[in-house]
């Protein structure tokens, strides 16, 4: 059964750290990009990093210098760590999984997972 599973959210307050991880089962990640994306209440879900499966980063300018996107393909595993988070980085996170090279087209991902609340407040 393919499957992506995110875990690594909660409750976090201003100017703190978590990371998030990504775990495919049934799949392999080793020829896979990842993309996490988030969906804030009433807002439209957002791209927020991908890694491509060379291991190209790519990141939203509303965290960039903040966010590190990193994977272990040994693991099948991709990380997100968030460090210095606000409360606008509250929403639903995501990750989606897409053949080889990254796309801001959510349609082209072909994998996601069930996301993980991520909650920054004091």
């Known amino acids: 059964q393919v499957q992506l599973v995110e875990s690594g959210g909660g409750l976090v307050q201003p100017g703190g750290s978590l990371r998030l991880s990504c775990a495919a089962s049934?799949?392999?990640?080793?020829?896979?990009?990842i993309g996490w994306f988030r969906q804030a209440p009433g807002k439209e879900r957002e791209g927020v990093s991908c890694i491509s499966m060379g291991g190209s980063t790519d990141y939203a300018d509303s965290v960039k210098g903040r966010f590190t996107i990193s994977r272990d393909d040994f693991k099948n595993t991709v990380y997100l760590q968030m460090n210095s988070l606000k409360p606008e980085d509250t929403a639903v996170y995501y990750c989606?999984?897409?053949?080889?090279?990254?796309?801001?087209?959510?349609?082209?991902?072909?994998?996601w997972g069930q996301g993980t609340q991520v909650t920054v407040s004091s």
């Open positions: 049934g799949f392999t990640l080793d020829f896979y990009a």
């Open positions: 989606a999984a897409r053949r080889n090279y990254c796309s801001q087209n959510q349609r082209t991902y072909e994998y």
